[in-house]
């Protein structure tokens, strides 16, 4: 079975969106101070592994195996994750990490752009 163009692009724009999120965990301040102790830094890096493995599952469950719920799961984290951003940009200003989170979010939003038009739509059971 052919997977259909926008689902591929999709696919492709979901993944290279989280090689930056992955990206853009690297380059984030790891430094401790008091508020921050080196376990918290440690825990927070973790969970956004995880959380970059999960939604990487989601896009293959949407992609491969053709369910629906995982695309309306990943575009909630999008608008969560858009929201969080832009507090983040208002506290701390533009920083490298948050430019890389800026450019995802673009990635991330085409690709679900693709997952809901074109020939992606029947694609997706229920």
Known sequence: MNVPRNV???EVLLYLSLTLDALSVAFQDRTPTILKTEQM?????LTAGCMI???MYFVRLAAQHRKNWPRWALLAVLVLS???LVQVIGARGMEIDSAI???SC???TAGLYYSFTGDARGWFNA
């Open 8 to 10: 591929l692009w999709f």
């Open 41 to 45: 830094i440690m825990g927070e890096t």
């Open 53 to 55: 493995l999960l939604l």
């Open 82 to 84: 858009v929201m969080s």
């Open 101 to 103: 989170e800026v450019v």
């Open 106 to 108: 673009i990635l991330t």
